[in-house]
Structures are given as structure tokens and as C-alpha cells.
């Protein structure tokens, strides 16, 4: 059984640096054509991916957030850690991660998200 | 990079109707594409992969088709729990666009 979670802070200030953590279970990142993606929804807007990363450590950004955004990998603690910089009020969102498989580049399984919130 | 457009924004349809919602892209995407369902409050839920390959576990009322620019995701037959905003997603070279979604109601 395959599951996602996302830990990290509430509430960040304008200008600080972001980290989230997506710890997952059921799956390795180790496997050949495993990812992991993370994706985030302002409230009441649409999706907006933000990265991803392979078993092979290849790294995908959105290229509207690619100078922002550092995606890594502990395949030993089955973990995917996004660090998003010089975070704004407009960052303000829930941010979910999900499995992925490079094959299809769907996300079939997904993290409940959490809700972080950009303010001074 | 590729846009991705849905129509309509939202309906309201009864219970039973047939529901029809449209994504475009901005340029030719083959079949990569993908739709979730989204309720209220939770994370999203895939439905259909590679334009119309249903996910296991999802009813066979929710169908996909389309390739290259135009796609169409259909529920043939309107349930209260399908209440949800419907997302299509977009993957070409392996960099990500979701649509802008599209809500369902009951009318």
C-alpha cells in the first residue's frame, strides 16, 4: 500500500526559505521509473505543479519556479524534501507530494497535503 | 511551454445526465494526458491516464478520448457523489501543466 505525507512548517514570513518533507511508504525511489512530484493549490484556485524527481535523480522543475526550487532525495529514509525560496504572500497554499511513474507521468497516489501560509 | 484550457469553467447538470468537459492544448501533446477528480477539502484522485485509459478502481462511467490538441472527458451517466472539480494534466518532456479545472454541480 502505497502512501504519502507532507510535513513542515504552517506559517512561514515573506522572504524566508521553505522546506517541506514528503515521507512515503509502499514504494522505493531506488525503482527504476519511480518519481516523486510535488504540487500546490492556493485556496480555491487550480493545481500548479512544482517539481519532480526520479529514481535516477533527475530533477524536473516548473520553469515559472525553477530559480525558487530545489528538489532532493533520501532513498535510505524514503523521504523528498522541496525547498522553495524567498517565499510571498501569493505562496500561500496547501502543497501535496505524489508517487509517480515515468512511463505514464501520472500521479496515482497522493500526500493529504498541508497547508502553508505565507504572512509577517 | 504548454497551456492548457478546459470548458465549461462549471455546470450544474442533474443527477442521471450525461456531463461533458473539454481540455485543450496549447500544442500537439500526443496522448499524454491525464484527469483527476478533486472533492472538497481532499487531495485529488486520478481517474484517467493516456487520454483514455481508466484507472483501476474507477467506475466505467467516467471515460476519456482525444489526442494531439483536443481532449474530452464524459461521465455518461451524473452521480450525487461525483460533485467534485475535474482537472486535466498535461506531461510533454516530462514538464507538467494541469488545466484550470472545471466544477460539477447538481442541478
Known amino acids: 500500500q502505497i502512501t504519502l505525507k507532507e510535513s513542515g512548517p504552517t506559517l512561514v514570513k515573506p522572504t524566508q526559505t521553505l522546506t517541506l518533507t514528503c515521507t512515503f511508504s509502499?514504494?522505493?525511489?531506488?525503482?527504476?521509473?519511480?518519481?516523486v512530484g510535488w504540487i500546490r493549490q492556493p485556496p480555491g484556485k487550480a493545481l500548479e505543479w512544482l517539481a519532480l524527481?526520479?529514481?535516477?535523480?533527475?530533477?524536473r522543475y516548473s520553469p515559472s519556479l525553477k530559480s525558487r526550487l530545489t528538489i532532493t532525495k533520501d532513498t535510505s529514509k524514503n523521504q523528498v524534501v522541496l525547498t522553495m525560496t524567498n517565499m510571498d504572500p501569493v505562496d500561500t497554499a496547501t502543497y501535496y507530494c505524489?508517487?509517480?511513474?515515468?512511463?505514464?507521468?501520472?500521479?496515482?497516489?497522493w500526500g493529504q497535503g498541508t497547508l502553508v501560509t505565507v504572512s509577517s | 511551454d504548454i497551456q492548457m484550457t478546459q470548458s465549461p469553467s462549471s455546470l450544474s447538470a442533474s443527477v442521471g445526465d450525461r456531463v461533458t468537459i473539454t481540455c485543450q492544448a496549447s500544442?500537439?501533446?500526443?496522448?499524454?494526458l491525464n484527469w483527476y477528480q478533486q472533492k472538497p477539502g481532499k487531495a485529488p484522485k486520478l481517474l484517467i491516464y493516456?487520454?483514455?485509459n481508466l484507472e483501476t478502481g474507477v467506475p466505467s462511467r467516467f471515460s476519456g478520448s482525444g489526442s494531439g490538441t483536443d481532449f474530452t472527458f464524459t461521465i455518461s451517466s451524473l452521480q450525487p457523489e461525483d460533485i467534485a472539480t475535474y482537472y486535466c494534466?498535461?506531461?510533454?518532456?516530462?514538464?507538467?501543466?494541469f488545466g484550470p479545472g472545471t466544477k460539477v454541480d447538481i442541478k
Open positions: 505524489a508517487h509517480s511513474v515515468v512511463v505514464v507521468t501520472d500521479f496515482d497516489y
Open positions: 509502499g514504494f522505493s525511489l531506488s525503482t527504476s521509473g519511480v518519481g
Open positions: 524527481i526520479y529514481w535516477n535523480d533527475d530533477k
Open positions: 500544442q500537439d501533446i500526443s496522448n499524454y
Open positions: 493516456d487520454a483514455s
Open positions: 494534466q498535461q506531461y510533454d518532456n516530462l514538464l507538467i501543466t
